[in-house]
């Protein structure tokens, strides 16, 4: 076979199985931004406090005091995506922390707001890229049921379940 044959067999490669060999970045400051909503339990009574801000145009970050008080105990950002995930097998971010676990929450489509897939990172104060399977995310009713969902349509950085200062930056999020 000819070297022009390969080269021809490999661009048709490319053009059919895009998604496989590359990822989706959904935020990089740069270049792309998504669209962040932050809220914290006070939406259910809790006194934890949150923020969201750009840092140095170069990434973003989630910070506040979590508490637990009035059943509370989370902050979140969260950034509306919809997307497919047929082709991709994981959520990719490079972050940076104050040494603490946080998480990833995934939404998709028509389930309710207090349901979500959670995956649990160390964020440490190096920068990191963490790669989180989809398989790893656990049901937050269910906790043996994985993310099996063939669409997105939220992913959120979030800070819970104990009491604690947080501060995660995230300068990368695709999904691979």
Same mark, same amino acid.
């Given at each position: 076979?000819?070297?022009?044959?390969?080269?021809? =067999? =490999? *661009? *048709?490669?490319?053009?059919?199985?895009?998604?496989? *060999?590359?990822?989706?970045?959904?935020?990089?400051?740069?270049?792309?931004?998504?669209?962040? &909503?932050?809220?914290?339990?006070? /939406?259910?009574?809790?006194?934890?406090?949150?923020?969201?801000?750009?840092?140095?145009?170069?990434?973003?970050?989630? &910070?506040?005091? /979590?508490?637990?008080?009035?059943?509370?105990?989370?902050?979140?950002?969260?950034? $509306?995506?919809?997307?497919?995930?047929?082709?991709?097998?994981?959520?990719?971010? $490079? #972050?940076?922390?104050?040494?603490?676990?946080?998480?990833?929450?995934?939404?998709?489509?028509?389930?309710?707001?207090?349901?979500?897939?959670?995956?649990?990172?160390?964020?440490? &104060?190096?920068?990191?890229?963490?790669?989180?399977?989809?398989?790893?995310?656990?049901?937050? %009713?269910?906790?043996?049921?994985?993310?099996?969902?063939? %669409?997105?349509?939220? /992913?959120?950085?979030? #800070?819970?379940?104990?009491?604690?200062? #947080?501060?995660?930056? *995230?300068?990368?999020?695709?999904?691979?």
């Amino acid at each position: 076979m000819s070297l022009f044959r390969y080269k021809e =067999i =490999i *661009l *048709l490669f490319l053009i059919l199985f895009p998604l496989s *060999l590359s990822a989706l970045v959904i935020e990089d400051i740069k270049d792309k931004n998504a669209d962040w &909503e932050c809220f914290s339990d006070k /939406v259910m009574g809790g006194v934890s406090e949150g923020s969201f801000s750009v840092k140095e145009e170069a990434y973003v970050r989630l &910070e506040g005091v /979590v508490r637990t008080e009035n059943n509370g105990g989370f902050i979140q950002c969260r950034a $509306k995506v919809n997307l497919k995930t047929k082709g991709f097998e994981g959520i990719r971010i $490079k #972050a940076k922390g104050n040494n603490n676990e946080y998480y990833i929450h995934l939404r998709a489509p028509r389930m309710l707001p207090w349901n979500y897939y959670s995956a649990k990172f160390y964020a440490s &104060e190096e920068w990191k890229v963490i790669d989180l399977p989809l398989s790893s995310f656990e049901y937050s %009713k269910d906790s043996s049921k994985s993310f099996n969902s063939s %669409k997105l349509s939220t /992913v959120a950085l979030v #800070a819970f379940g104990k009491d604690f200062d #947080a501060q995660l930056d *995230l300068s990368k999020l695709e999904i691979y």
